[in-house]
């Protein structure tokens, strides 16, 4: 059977780099092109500024069975944002992301965006849910973010080949397009599923703890990107332990314990009162609302 994700991989093509987490944060408002490429840094050059789409939520309550994961959630993620998505285990952040990116049904609600649909949706979900023995190349993987493009009966145009490489350097992967996923480091894995990411380039993106058992570098340079498509127009929104990054490089953030304990600007959100309230709630119902 003819692999029509074979290579050949070319040389990025990028001028444009990405930068520090601190300098974009600092950066003035409204999306410009990155500086120009320093030594060392990782490239992406088809970087782009999508028509900013938002995301509406409407009583959304979402459930496994007769147990409910996330209950009566109203609200916006405004076209443009970045926002960090914060609470307890068993608060039901997956679930939630889930249910935007239309890959769990809703018990209850509407979930609408500007563009009418979950096609315009790019979403990751944590690495424990992802198979990674099927023999695929970090090349091939990364090409699987144009599938639209091409389709599954036809090889890609060469332009996709191009893209991959660049997608492949912004990540971080260069030198290893031709290595089987199966044989990367929990780091690498993850900055080639970011490389699949930039490939498909959706103008809303969803995140499911991706910076979770990856090593300090590969965080900052993940971190990076993420910021990057923030800066780009593009609707990001990202499930976080870690409060150190929430509120260091997110503006907004929606705590959950089932239930919308605060939604807003991180400062006001994210504060030892709400997270309080919110593991007392959780803790107090760790069985899970019974739905009839």
């Known amino acids: 059977m003819t692999n029509f994700l074979k290579g050949p991989w070319r040389r990025p093509l990028s001028t444009a780099a990405v930068r520090a987490p601190d300098e974009i944060a600092a950066s003035a408002s409204g999306p410009k092109l990155p500086h120009a490429l320093q030594p060392g840094e990782r490239t992406y050059s088809t970087l782009h500024f999508p028509e900013p789409m938002g995301v509406e939520l409407k009583d959304v309550s979402v459930a496994y069975g007769t147990r409910l994961a996330v209950a009566g959630i109203?609200?916006?993620?405004?076209?443009?944002?970045?926002?960090?998505?914060?609470?307890?285990?068993?608060?039901?952040?997956?679930?939630?992301?889930?249910?935007?990116?239309?890959?769990?049904?809703?018990?209850?609600?509407?979930?609408?965006?500007?563009?009418?649909?979950?096609?315009?949706?790019?979403?990751?979900?944590?690495?424990?849910?992802?198979?990674?023995?099927?023999?695929?190349?970090?090349?091939e993987l990364v090409a699987l973010g144009a599938w639209r493009s091409f389709g599954a009966f036809r090889r890609p145009p060469s332009a996709v080949f191009d893209r991959v490489a660049e997608a492949a350097a912004g990540a971080g992967l260069e030198?290893?397009?031709?290595?089987?996923?199966?044989?990367?480091?929990?780091?690498?894995?993850?900055?080639?599923?970011?490389?699949?990411?930039?490939?498909?380039?959706a103008p809303v993106i969803l995140l499911?703890?991706?910076?979770?058992?990856?090593?300090?570098?590969?965080?900052?340079?993940l971190l990076r990107v993420v910021l990057q498509w923030h800066e780009a127009g593009r609707t990001v929104i990202v499930v976080l332990h870690d409060l150190g990054h929430v509120r260091g490089h997110f503006p907004t953030a929606l705590l959950l314990a089932r239930s919308c304990i605060g939604w807003g600007d991180t400062a006001s959100v994210v504060t030892e009162e709400n997270l309080a309230r919110a593991r007392d709630t959780v803790r107090g119902r760790t069985e899970g609302p019974v739905l009839a």
């Open 74 to 139: 109203t609200g916006r993620f405004a076209p443009a944002s970045l926002t960090a998505v914060v609470g307890p285990n068993g608060a039901g952040k997956s679930s939630l992301l889930k249910a935007i990116a239309g890959i769990l049904p809703l018990r209850s609600g509407t979930i609408r965006s500007t563009a009418g649909g979950t096609s315009d949706v790019a979403y990751l979900p944590q690495q424990v849910e992802i198979e990674r023995t099927f023999p695929v190349s970090v090349g």
């Open 175 to 201: 030198g290893l397009l031709d290595r089987l996923v199966e044989s990367l480091s929990v780091g690498e894995f993850q900055r080639a599923l970011f490389g699949r990411l930039l490939l498909q380039d």
């Open 208 to 221: 499911d703890e991706p910076f979770a058992a990856v090593d300090e570098r590969t965080t900052e340079d």
